[in-house]
């Protein structure tokens, strides 16, 4: 459960970094004036997490971490209960064995151990690059419906709403609905 949890928030954290990025790479385009033939700049933005609740997309790559994290738990689970029932079993009949013995059994303990460190770091590694890998096919799909979405609506911007990062919005700007649906409808026909 804690592996599951982990992967969420992961998933989340990553999507804030990314939109971080994107926050901040976007600072790196050149401003023009505010005033072309007296209309200022137009700015919209989106709630990530509206995204994130409501892209079918994101929740299927969610999903798909969630269950790899299962699969990696049972894997674990595995090797885990290989060491004790081997563990167990030298408890059991260890005043039986021979000091040789004791010392074999103790070095498959070790061994055992070894094995299910170095395959919870591998599978950790794993998990954590296919979540990145994921999450920036998200945030590519996101771009791209922004660049499509955008062509006709001029805007200069598009920001992500991010507590740390807007400290004022203006609802009447939000995106978002119409973000989630465009995103959603080019999702089923990519199907």
Do not use: C
């Given at each position: ?8 928030n992961?998933?989340l ?11 901040f790479?976007?600072?790196n385009i ?11 700049t ?28 299962m699969?990696?738990?049972k ?33 498959e ?12 770091q ?51 700007y ?18």
């Amino acid at each position: 459960m804690k592996s599951i949890n982990w992967v969420v928030n992961g998933v989340l954290a990553i999507a804030v970094i990314v939109l971080y990025v994107l926050h901040f790479n976007s600072a790196n385009i050149p401003i023009k004036s505010t005033a072309l033939n007296g209309a200022g700049t137009k700015v919209a933005y989106f709630e990530i997490d509206s995204i994130q609740n409501s892209y079918a997309f994101f929740q299927e790559v969610k999903s798909a971490l969630q269950v790899k994290d299962m699969e990696n738990t049972k894997q674990l689970a595995g090797l885990k209960n290989a060491f004790t029932a081997k563990y167990q079993e030298l408890q059991k009949n260890g005043r039986y064995l021979s000091q040789a013995e004791v010392a074999n059994s103790q070095q498959e303990l070790a061994q055992l151990e070894k094995n299910y460190s170095n395959k919870e770091q591998q599978l950790s590694q794993e998990l954590q690059e296919e979540s990145f890998k994921r999450l920036q096919e998200v945030k590519k799909r996101i771009e791209q419906f922004l660049e499509k979405y955008n062509k006709n609506k001029d805007f200069a911007y598009i920001f992500s709403s991010n507590p740390d990062l807007m400290y004022y919005k203006d609802t009447a700007y939000d995106i978002s609905s119409d973000i989630i649906k465009g995103l959603n409808s080019e999702h089923k026909s990519n199907k």
